[in-house]
């Protein structure tokens, strides 16, 4: 618990340098469950929901060690297939565990994820795909129990193209010898592709990953194995975002551009200035944006996760924008706070109406998820006058060293934790 304070406006400026993707280490650390050898990580990102699936894995009995975003990991002497609440409450993505610990060790017991504040977010295609693959699945008091019986080939067709459920049934089928498993309407984020360069380095014939379909031919080979993961997309773009919103002028490092082309196409059309380099991209802009037309779609579409971002950046365009959200139809609960700072935003079904105002007004405010609270950290950065950001903690699931990299590019944030209770 804790909040932030930041005195605006800021313009920011300078050089910042993204880390690892926290969505592809989440699902490689999970895909880690499978091999007998050990494997070694880089470019691992030291965020809260890493080191929650680092806990999990520690909980199935494999060792694990993490620093300065290396990570070496054992498989288990006994393994324990059970996932305990706590793990599975802190972070959606722990449920992704279900498949490579039934697959491999024959059963596994993981708690139903909760609900989250973006939404109702189920997690029934994972469990229909892991039924055609040939497991038992039953749903006792709040539990997954899964067991392997009689496994075999499967054409799994997602309803929605869930990268969460292309993931899990990705790596739950690589282990599976013998066996084909074909998913058809996969999603095609990088991150997916990531994690078929480790299912192949882990000795699985994986193909397809970047296209709407993935075939796995299972079977894991009995060797150690070796991955960096890709930069942060999500990272860099709030980066990139942040820069432009603040009328800045800099340079995000280490970063590959091509996993964010929706975003500069967008960026431009509103009157940002970018040099994409090979690994890098330049970004300034020095006048209030142009308004834009958002449709939030799956990759490579605008993504979900830049959409709170993106929303704070319009709020001073001069006229108005939409943003329709198709992907997660609730994720709009950074628009009252926003609303707080002097934004004007209407919501309509799944489509926000952004009417540009000349400038936001620092105000006490509420970070609700990881992305709103990044949402709010710009918009704090752009308004004038003094904002306090409160449950600021979502951040830390998703922004390694925030602070720092905010304070390199001139944004000062002073951080108060809050032990007790606030509300
Ligand atoms: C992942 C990302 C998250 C991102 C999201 C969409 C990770 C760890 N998280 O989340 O940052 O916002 O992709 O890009 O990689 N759905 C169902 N049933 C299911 C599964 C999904 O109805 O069983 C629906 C969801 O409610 C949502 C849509 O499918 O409307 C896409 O969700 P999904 O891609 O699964 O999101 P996550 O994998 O949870």
Redesign the pocket.
Known sequence: MGYFEIEGPVRLEGDVEVSGA??AS??ILAASIISDSKIRLENIPDLLDVRTMMDILRSVGMKVSFSSGKVEISPPVSPNTDVPYELVRKM??SFNVLGPLVAKYGKAKVALPGGCSI?????????EGLKKMGFDIEIEHGFVVAKRRKVRDARITL???????T?HLMTTAAVLDGVEVVIENA?M?P?VVDLQEFLRKLGADVEGAGTSIVRVQGGVKSSEAYHKVIPDR?EAGTYAIAIAATRGKGTIRNMLPEHLNSLWEFLEKSGVNLEIGRDLVKVSMSERPKPLSIDVT?YPGF???LQPQMMAFLSVAKGTSHIREN???ARFLHVDELRRMGAKIELSDSTAIIEGVQKLSGAPVNGTDLRATAALVIAAFMAEGKSEIHHVEHIFRGYESVIEKFGKLGGSIRYTEVNEYED
Request: proline share 15%; hydrophobic share 35%.
């Open positions: 926290k969505n989440l699902p959606r993505a939404g109702v977010r189920p997690v029934d295609f994972h469990i309803p929605k193209s869930s990268v969460g459920a993931e999603a984020e991150e999500i799956p993504p979900t996760d992907v997660f139809h």
